[in-house]
C-alpha cells in the first residue's frame, strides 16, 4: 500500500505516532466492513447466532475509537501541530466518528437479523438488500483506500456513488411497500427490513463523509454539504 502524503519530522517519535494512528484507523475499518458483510448475510440467512455475535463484537469497534481519540488527543497536546499534521489529526478523529457510527448501523442490521431469525420466513428484496450491502461496503472499502493513500480522486469517486446507493435505497423502499399493501400480515417483519435498508443507506453516507475528511486534509477545503459537482470545482482550484 502506498504511504500517505503524511509530513515527515525531525522528531522520530512524532513520525511514528502518526502512523500508528492511521494504522489503527485502517485496522477499525477493516473491522467495521467485516460487521457489514456478517450483519447482512445474518439477515439473508436468517441467521440468528450470525447477528448475536456481530452485536456482541460491537464493542470492539467502540473500543478502536476511543483508543485512537486518546491518542490524537496526546499527539494535540504533545506535538501541538500545526497546518497539515492539524489537518491529519482532526480527519482522523472525524473519520473514526463516521466508523463507529457505520459499527452502529451493521449492529443495527444485526438485531433486525436475529429478531426475523424468530419469525416465519416471507418473500422479500433479500437479493436487492445483498446487493446494496455489497455497494456500501465497496464505497466504504474505497473510501478507506483514498484515507490511506490520501487519494482525491478516489474520494470524489466515492463521494459520485453515494447518488446510486440513494437509488438502490429508494427502490427497495418501493418494494417493500408494495409487499405490506399486498400482504398487511408481513408489516412487522418487513418493517424490520425497512430498517435494515436504512441502515445500509446510512452507511454509505459515512463512506462520503470520510471520503470528504480525505479532500479536507489534502486540499485544506471543507467540503461537507455541497453537491458532488461543487465539490469537484474545489478540488480542481
Given amino acids: 500500500m502506498d504511504k500517505p502524503l503524511i509530513s515527515q519530522h525531525i522528531s522520530r517519535q512524532f513520525n511514528a505516532e502518526l502512523e500508528?494512528?492511521?494504522?489503527?484507523?485502517?485496522?477499525?475499518?477493516?473491522?467495521?466492513?467485516?460487521q457489514i458483510a456478517d450483519a447482512t448475510k445474518a439477515l439473508i440467512e436468517g441467521d440468528g447466532a450470525l447477528g448475536?455475535?456481530?452485536?456482541?463484537?460491537?464493542?470492539?469497534?467502540n473500543g478502536f475509537e476511543v483508543?485512537?481519540?486518546?491518542?490524537?488527543?496526546?499527539i494535540l497536546a504533545r506535538r501541538q501541530p500545526t497546518a497539515s499534521d492539524l489537518r491529519l489529526v482532526?480527519?482522523?478523529?472525524?473519520?473514526?466518528?463516521d466508523l463507529e457510527r457505520i459499527g452502529d448501523e451493521a449492529d443495527r442490521i444485526a438485531r433486525m437479523a436475529t429478531d426475523?431469525?424468530?419469525?416465519?420466513?416471507?418473500?422479500?428484496?433479500?437479493?436487492?438488500?445483498?446487493?446494496?450491502?455489497?455497494?456500501?461496503?465497496?464505497?466504504l472499502r474505497s473510501?478507506?483506500?483514498?484515507?490511506?493513500?490520501?487519494d482525491v480522486e478516489v474520494a470524489l469517486a466515492v463521494a459520485r456513488e453515494d447518488a446510486a446507493v440513494d437509488r438502490e435505497y429508494e427502490a427497495l423502499l418501493r418494494q417493500c411497500i408494495t409487499y405490506m399493501m399486498e400482504d398487511p400480515r408481513t408489516i412487522r417483519h418487513v418493517m424490520d427490513l425497512v430498517w435494515s435498508v436504512r441502515a445500509?443507506?446510512?452507511i454509505?453516507?459515512?463512506?462520503?463523509?470520510?471520503?470528504?475528511?480525505v479532500i479536507y486534509f489534502v486540499k485544506g477545503k471543507d467540503v461537507r454539504h455541497i453537491s458532488v459537482e461543487e465539490m469537484e470545482k474545489e478540488v480542481k482550484q
Fill in 67 to 74: 483508543y485512537i481519540d486518546e491518542e490524537c488527543s496526546h
Fill in 116 to 139: 426475523l431469525a424468530g419469525q416465519e420466513r416471507i418473500k422479500a428484496s433479500y437479493v436487492e438488500i445483498g446487493h446494496l450491502s455489497k455497494h456500501v461496503q465497496q464505497m
Fill in 20 to 34: 500508528d494512528v492511521r494504522q489503527r484507523v485502517l485496522a477499525m475499518g477493516g473491522l467495521v466492513e467485516q
Fill in 143 to 150: 473510501a478507506l483506500d483514498a484515507f490511506a493513500r490520501m
Fill in 200 to 202: 445500509l443507506e446510512r
Fill in 52 to 61: 448475536q455475535e456481530v452485536s456482541r463484537a460491537d464493542h470492539k469497534v
Fill in 204 to 213: 454509505g453516507d459515512h463512506a462520503r463523509n470520510i471520503a470528504e475528511y
Fill in 90 to 97: 482532526v480527519a482522523v478523529i472525524k473519520t473514526i466518528t
